[in-house]
């Protein structure tokens, strides 16, 4: 098999080229298509697959099968010469991620011997993995703003190439193991590292260099990235949100974080504050129920269904009324699934649980609890009020007190 001759390797600022198919081989989806010549970068050291299109057809994925670069194509090109024509934006965004990623990994090696032991360019966003686990959050701004100043000082970023037994002489960032002829990417002055990848032709182009999430993980931390492009939308984006935020506190932006805990602690405390009146509240609902309950077989028995906002008030009214003497409480709420209450004062002589049992089983629904109380739902909305009156007759059937 002849080699497919890897344009991109010399230059990474190829758009557009001619080529000639060799063959064609059908493949899931598609054709796998071998052509003379290629611009695509197939997916490989970190960096992913170029997308663009070969005589109109648009490029899957191009794959790096060693000497052959496989082109996936939806169908194959009737031409034997053909045009292929780069996703450039996509591209360019790979190659401003790329070169950030050698600039951060030359600036982490030298701000404390940190080694790069991966690279991954992501759909969003891009990250490395550091072989330490030391990295506090003043390096992590030093080396930020030593990446950026590589970038401002708008290095040449050199492509060459030499044989391996040459390019092991050299001082690499990371020694190679690969043999014949060795692709060397230099950012002037600063550093020189074997890659197979694409490059911009100078740090300017990078654009701004912006350190995001920092995972530590046992031996190594992850440190995501993101670079020219993709730090212009992510700021922009930022400052939407936080621009939106600090619109709802009517404050300015500065001051947000410092309102957002503020506010927390007032919500916690007027949450707080408002169980305690609910509670009071239904202290008193309790007590004026129960000089209203009818008295059966000497217990004051309350019954009633409730609204289903009410959920959290009849569960407390529930506990109140069973504080009052001689008491039963049968109560439900209506809503999505419905809810029941069953209660009596401590010490009473029925079995809230077996009654609320009772219940459930003839009107359809679920629940149980113990002697003095218990609680369920379930049951149709329109039921309720037969539930409960069923409920108090199986009372009756308990002893008086
Ligand atoms: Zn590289």
């Known amino acids: 098999m002849p080699k497919t001759d890897r344009l991109y390797y010399a ?87 790329h070169t950030g990623q050698h600039i951060l990994s030359a600036v982490f090696e030298r701000i404390g011997s940190y080694k790069t032991v991966s690279f991954h360019l992501g759909e969003d966003s891009s990250s490395i993995d550091l072989d330490s686990d030391r990295l506090g959050a003043r390096q992590l701004e030093e080396a930020e703003d030593a990446a950026n100043q590589v970038v ?96 709802l506190f009517s404050a300015a932006l500065d001051t947000v974080p410092e309102l957002i805990a503020k506010q927390s602690q007032e919500l916690r405390e007027g949450i707080r504050g408002r169980e305690k009146l609910v509670e009071r509240l239904a202290e008193y609902q309790a007590k004026e129920l129960w000089q209203v309950a009818p008295v059966i077989d000497g217990r004051h028995v309350v019954r009633q269904v409730f609204p289903a906002e009410e959920l959290a008030q ?51 629904g679920k629940g149980g609890g113990g002697r003095d109380f218990a609680q369920g739902g379930g049951i149709e909305e329109s039921r309720l009020a037969e539930a409960l009156a069923y409920a108090e007759a199986l009372m009756a059937q308990s002893p008086p007190p």
């Open 152 to 247: 401002f000082e708008n290095r040449t970023v050199r492509i060459s190439f030499q044989p391996a037994g040459e390019a092991s002489r050299l001082d690499l960032r990371k020694p190679t193991a690969r043999e014949g002829e060795v692709r060397l990417v230099e950012v002037e002055g600063f550093d020189l590292s074997a890659c197979g990848g694409t490059h911009v032709s100078g740090t300017g182009a990078v654009g701004l260099i912006l350190l995001r999430k920092v995972e530590r993980m046992k031996g190594s931390t992850r440190v995501e990235f993101l670079c020219g492009g993709r730090a212009l939308r992510q700021a922009r984006r930022d400052f939407r949100v936080l621009s939106e935020a600090a619109r």
């Open 11 to 97: 230059d990474c600022y190829l758009r557009e080229f001619q080529a000639r198919v060799l063959r064609s081989e059908p493949a899931a989806n598609g054709f796998k298509v071998y052509i003379d010549r290629t611009a695509f970068y197939p997916a490989s050291g970190g960096q992913p697959t170029d997308f663009g299109a070969i005589a109109g057809i648009q490029l899957v994925e191009a794959v790096d099968e060693g000497d052959e670069i496989a082109h996936l194509l939806r169908q194959a090109p009737e031409a034997e010469d053909v045009t292929g024509k780069i996703d450039w934006a996509r591209r360019f965004d790979h190659m401003q991620q």
């Open 314 to 364: 009849a569960k407390m009214l529930a506990h109140a009324l069973a504080k009052l003497p001689l008491t039963v409480a049968l109560l439900a709420v209506k809503g999505k699934p419905t809810a029941l209450f069953f209660a009596q004062t401590s010490g009473g002589p029925l079995e809230m649980g077996s009654v609320l049992k009772q219940t459930v089983m003839k009107f359809g």
